[in-house]
């Protein structure tokens, strides 16, 4: 699911089976996105995401960021906070680890680089000067390692900053009161 951008807590989404383009703001796409999974868990007899799982991310950032439910929901909520660029520039060197062949690790790094953190770049994140310098001279012979140290240091700014307002967060308690409310629903409807 393509999660656009939005400045304005809206986002221009695509559906496949409209052929339109909507505008949708963050909550009601993540409230679609779990209807759609409850129609497509109960077509595939498949729980979908459930309150324990909603429960895990509360206890593993490593969770949240593992599970695609929780990628997506946690990818949301930072739009909403306008910074998203964390996540993209994280998921971004998780991908660049499953490279295969040097020519696709020079340009990967390289896109990595012009997105995330050449200075003025249009996803710049938050680095120091001396990590920033490190990758721009490690860039010259890219390595797998080349954003090691920044993607740690994102990792950890998601963690200790914006994962514990994720938890806090409305959008969090909702997805938890939405799960809550299927699986009641469900239950009932295996006791009839």
């Given at each position: 699911?393509?999660l656009?951008?939005f400045?304005?807590?809206?986002?221009s989404?695509?559906?496949p089976?409209?052929?339109?383009?909507?505008?949708?703001?963050?909550?009601?796409?993540?409230?679609?996105?779990?209807?759609?999974?409850a129609k497509?868990?109960?077509q595939?007899k498949?729980?979908?995401?459930t309150?324990?799982?909603?429960?895990?991310?509360?206890?593993?950032?490593?969770?949240?960021?593992s599970?695609p439910n929780?990628q997506?929901?946690f990818t949301?909520?930072?739009?909403?906070e306008?910074?998203?660029e964390n996540?993209?520039?994280?998921?971004?060197c998780?991908?660049l680890?499953c490279?295969?062949t040097k020519?696709?690790?020079?340009?990967t790094a390289t896109?990595i680089?012009?997105?995330?953190?050449r200075?003025g770049s249009?996803?710049?994140?938050?680095?120091?000067?001396h990590?920033?310098?490190c990758?721009?001279?490690?860039l010259?012979?890219?390595?797998?390692s080349c954003?090691v140290v920044?993607?740690g240091?994102i990792?950890?700014?998601?963690k200790?900053?914006?994962?514990?307002r994720?938890?806090?967060s409305?959008?969090?308690k909702e997805?938890h009161?939405?799960?809550?409310t299927?699986?009641?629903?469900?239950?009932?409807?295996?006791l009839?």
């Open positions: 699911m393509d656009g951008q400045r304005d807590h809206k986002t989404v695509f559906y089976g409209c052929k339109q383009i909507i505008h949708k703001s963050w909550k009601p796409r993540i409230q679609l996105r779990l209807k759609s999974q497509t868990a109960t595939k498949s729980k979908g995401i309150a324990a799982d909603l429960d895990l991310w509360t206890k593993s950032f490593d969770y949240l960021l599970d929780g997506m929901a949301s909520f930072l739009k909403s306008f910074c998203e996540i993209e520039f994280w998921l971004a998780e991908e680890k490279t295969k020519e696709t690790l020079s340009f896109d680089y012009e997105k995330f953190i200075i249009p996803k710049q994140i938050n680095l120091d000067f990590t920033r310098d990758i721009t001279k490690n010259q012979d890219a390595a797998m954003f920044a993607q240091k990792y950890n700014l998601m200790n900053n914006a994962y514990p994720f938890i806090q409305d959008v969090y997805l009161a939405m799960a809550s299927r699986a009641k629903r469900n239950h009932r409807r295996v009839h």
